[in-house]
């Protein structure tokens, strides 16, 4: 799944979990969950996520929704191999962005 926000400083929990098509209520409690994910929060209380929040939000859902990894695995997982599955997964999200492009190219003709 790629994640497709406007870029911006900050984002709503609503911005994020529309973004993801998941529940606000999933967010918090990955937020909660995961260390990597600490939004700022206003005086109200709300959720402001930072685009370093989204790409470790990206990686959990990643981890969890697409490949299937329970909370225990994924977080085991951010620990022990965090900078090679970001690595990777940035590289994917990348390749996958540029099929998207190419298939649009080739449509056009």
Same mark, same amino acid.
């Given at each position: 799944?790629?994640?497709?926000?406007?870029?911006?400083?900050?984002?709503?929990?609503?911005?994020?979990?529309?973004?993801?098509?998941?529940?606000?209520?999933?967010?918090?409690?990955?937020?909660?969950?995961?260390?990597?994910?600490?939004?700022?929060?206003?005086?109200? @209380?709300?959720?402001?996520?930072?685009?370093?929040?989204?790409?470790?939000?990206?990686?959990?859902? %990643?981890?969890?929704?697409? !490949? @299937?990894?329970?909370?225990? @695995?994924?977080?085991? %997982?951010?620990?022990?191999?965090?900078?090679?599955?970001?690595?990777?997964?940035?590289?994917? !999200?990348?390749?996958? @962005?540029?099929?998207?492009?190419?298939?649009?190219?080739?449509?056009?003709?």
């Amino acid at each position: 799944m790629h994640i497709d926000l406007p870029e911006k400083r900050y984002y709503s929990i609503g911005e994020v979990a529309e973004a993801f098509k998941v529940n606000t209520s999933l967010i918090r409690f990955w937020e909660k969950e995961f260390d990597a994910i600490k939004p700022k929060k206003n005086a109200k @209380g709300n959720r402001k996520f930072t685009p370093e929040d989204i790409k470790n939000l990206e990686l959990i859902y %990643h981890l969890v929704k697409e !490949r @299937g990894f329970t909370l225990e @695995g994924a977080k085991t %997982h951010l620990k022990e191999e965090k900078h090679k599955t970001l690595s990777n997964f940035e590289i994917i !999200r990348k390749l996958e @962005g540029i099929k998207s492009e190419l298939i649009n190219l080739k449509n056009q003709l």
